[in-house]
């Protein structure tokens, strides 16, 4: 019992991980809405995303667990990336998505 005890703070340490994770994936969603439709554009972000992500990722087991993959460990990741993109960045979606439609109209009206 006190085994499965001592694993909960390298749990925790792989939900607090996945947080940033997720917080990293929202970022990027603005970026890309602000940008528009730009294949190249997305290419890249998805690249650089996908990159930072495998090393917030890699850093953390190697930091958590000494470099061993435990299951238990991309289940905490993955429940603090929901975490994060279910209740901190889907409320703020709207009121980004208007904050950048607005600085879009502004660029438009401002002469050259």
């Known amino acids: 019992m006190a085994n499965t005890l001592s694993e909960w703070p390298a749990f925790l340490g792989a939900v607090y991980a996945g947080a940033w994770i997720g917080v990293l994936y929202a970022l990027f969603w603005l970026l890309r809405t602000a940008l528009g439709n730009n294949k ?3 290419g890249a972000l998805d690249a650089l995303f996908y ?4 090393l917030i990722g890699a850093f953390a087991i190697i930091r958590i667990n000494g470099g061993t993959p435990r299951a238990y460990l991309f289940l905490g990741m993955a429940l ?3 975490a994060v993109l279910r209740f901190v960045a889907r409320p703020l979606k ?3 998505q208007k904050m950048i439609d ?3 109209k502004k660029l438009k009206k401002r002469p050259i």
């Open 40 to 42: 190249w554009a997305d």
């Open 51 to 54: 990159l930072l992500a495998g």
């Open 80 to 82: 603090g990336v929901a």
């Open 94 to 96: 709207p009121s980004a």
């Open 102 to 104: 607005w600085c879009r």
